[in-house]
T-cell receptor
Framework: GNSVTQMEGPVTLSEEAFLTINCTYT??????LFWYVQYPGEGLQLLLK?????DKGSNKGFEATYRKETTSFHLEKGSVQVSDSAVYFC?????????????FGTGTRLTVIP | EADIYQTPRYLVIGTGKKITLECSQT?????MYWYQQDPGMELHLIHY?????STEKGDLSSESTVSRIRTEHFPLTLESARPSHTSQYLC?????WGIGEKLFFGSGTQLSVL
C-alpha cells in the first residue's frame, strides 16, 4: 500500500540548532513527495516538494532530498528560528490525478525556544 | 496567501446535535476536500468534490455528509453528533492536476462532542 511514516514528536530545539525530521514512505508506484507546514492558527501550506529520485526540494532554508534507495524524504534546516515552530507533515502522491492518491504522515510538532 | 476559510474554529457540542462545518474558498477552485485528523494520527480524506453537484467519499469511512451546490462552498454536516466524531476537520481546495496539483488548506475546525 501507500503510507508515510514520520518521526514522532514533539521536537524541541534551541534557536540556531540543526533540524532533521525523518520521513520514510512506501508506495505502490513512483510517488511525488511533499512537506507541508502548519503554523499555529493557520492551515497547512506546501513547504517544498520533489517529484523524482535525487531531486532536492528547498524553501525558506528547509531542504529535503528524494532518496529512492532508502525510500526517504527527510526534512532539514541548518539553523532554526523561533518562527519555524509549527507542525510539519510529510506526504506522498501516487498516480497522476485524484483526491485519493495523496497520503499524509501524522505530523511532527516542532517548538523552537529562544 | 490561501483564501479558504473554515468556521467555526472550535466547536463543543452535546451528543445528538446536528452540526454543519462551513468551508468557503474564493479562488474559484473546482476541487475541494475534507480531511479528518485524530490526535497523533494521519490526515485521512473523508470527502471530496470535483465540482458543483459532485461529491464522493474518501478512503476513511465517515458518517458525515457533504454538499456542493456552489463552487465556493463545501459544507460538512453531521446529523447526530457523537463523541466518536471528536476530531479535527480540515478543508482544502486545489488547482492544477497530477504532479502540479497544489492544495490550499483552511485553518481547520476542532470538534469536541460531549
Amino acid at each position: 500500500g501507500n503510507s508515510v511514516t514520520q518521526m514522532e514528536g514533539p521536537v524541541t530545539l534551541s534557536e540556531e540548532a540543526f533540524l532533521t525530521i525523518n520521513c520514510t514512505y512506501t508506495a505502490t508506484g513512483y510517488p511525488s513527495l511533499f512537506w507541508y507546514v502548519q503554523y499555529p492558527g493557520e492551515g497547512l501550506q506546501l513547504l517544498l516538494k520533489a517529484t523524482k529520485a535525487d531531486d532536492k526540494g528547498s524553501n525558506k532554508g528547509f531542504e529535503a532530498t528524494y532518496r529512492k534507495e532508502t525510500t526517504s524524504f527527510h526534512l532539514e534546516k541548518g539553523s532554526v528560528q523561533v518562527s519555524d515552530s509549527a507542525v510539519y507533515f510529510c506526504a506522498l502522491r501516487v498516480g497522476g490525478t485524484g483526491a485519493n492518491n495523496l497520503f499524509f504522515g501524522t505530523g511532527t510538532r516542532l517548538t523552537v525556544i529562544p | 496567501e490561501a483564501d479558504i476559510y473554515q468556521t467555526p474554529r472550535y466547536l463543543v457540542i452535546g451528543t445528538g446535535k446536528k452540526i454543519t462545518l462551513e468551508c468557503s474558498q474564493t479562488m474559484g477552485h473546482d476541487k475541494m476536500y475534507w480531511y479528518q485528523q485524530d490526535p497523533g494520527m494521519e490526515l485521512h480524506l473523508i470527502h471530496y468534490s470535483y465540482g458543483v453537484n459532485s461529491t464522493e467519499k474518501g478512503d476513511l469511512s465517515s458518517e458525515s455528509t457533504v454538499s456542493r451546490i456552489r463552487t465556493e462552498h463545501f459544507p460538512l454536516t453531521l446529523e447526530s453528533a457523537r463523541p466518536s466524531h471528536t476530531s479535527q476537520y480540515l478543508c482544502a481546495s486545489s488547482e492544477g492536476w497530477g504532479i502540479g496539483e497544489k492544495l490550499f488548506f483552511g485553518s481547520g475546525t476542532q470538534l469536541s462532542v460531549l
